[in-house]
């Protein structure tokens, strides 16, 4: 069975650029969760899609983010603009069903803004 | 204060050493309390989870979690250089959509 793919794994890009970072969940799994984690600090919950729908997108900082999962399968997550606090550690993780604990974690994208 | 609190380290050890991890909590509301291992480089993994109170053993690793305290431990026993990486602990309500809170995690160094 194939895992969550992340790509691309490693990006580095200038403040107010644009960036897609996407994910591919394992087959099946109808739960896709984005996760982040700056440097030094705890990973923090940004969404959560049930198939193609945003079940809970609180986690989201502000409107520069944007996510979408077209069709229910891979999902994107585009930060526009990009700022110096946005650089980070981008995890996307999913599972079959809403367990909390039942989550395959992809290897994530380290985005840094310069 | 924060929801989920732990030591980052690094804590390093000797092969072979009990190596005993902790987080405390503050939300009375979590029900499931998991552990997960993370090496450079690479997504966390699930290693362990508990629900409620209790412990839980997984070959070398052991779980204990004790709601009355707020405080969760994962032990490793035997240690080896290969257990060497980042552990999370992390936690859950119950109900709703289970999102977990992560603790920022702790390095462990395990050297030969």
């Known amino acids: 069975e194939a895992g969550v793919t992340q790509f691309p794994s490693h990006s580095v890009i200038e403040k107010g650029q644009t960036v897609t970072l996407r994910c591919d969940p394992i087959s099946g ?78 290897s994530g994208t380290r985005l840094t803004v310069v | 204060q924060k929801e989920v609190e732990q030591d980052p380290g690094p804590l390093s050890v000797p092969e072979g050493a009990i190596v005993s991890l902790n987080c405390t909590y503050s939300n009375s509301a979590f029900q499931y309390f998991m552990w997960y291992r993370q090496y450079s480089r690479k997504g966390p993994e699930l290693l362990m989870y508990t629900y409620s109170s209790g412990n839980k053993e997984d070959g070398r690793f052991t779980a204990q979690v004790d709601k009355s305290s707020k405080y969760i431990s994962l032990f490793i026993r035997d240690s080896q250089p290969s257990d060497s990486a980042t552990y999370l602990c992390a936690m859950s309500r119950s ?17 030969p």
């Open chain 2, 95 to 111: 109900g709703g959509s289970y999102i977990p809170t992560f603790g920022r995690g702790t390095s462990l160094i395990v050297h």
């Open chain 1, 29 to 106: 799994h109808d739960n896709l969760y984005w996760y982040r984690r700056v440097m030094g600090k705890e990973i923090k919950f940004l969404l959560h899609f049930v198939k193609e729908s945003k079940q809970d997108e609180s986690g989201m900082p502000n409107n520069r983010f944007l996510a979408e999962r077209t069709g229910g399968t891979y999902s994107t997550l585009k930060v526009q603009p990009a700022e110096l606090e946005d650089s980070g550690v981008y995890f996307c993780a999913s599972s079959q069903d809403i367990t909390g604990y039942g989550y395959t974690f992809g």
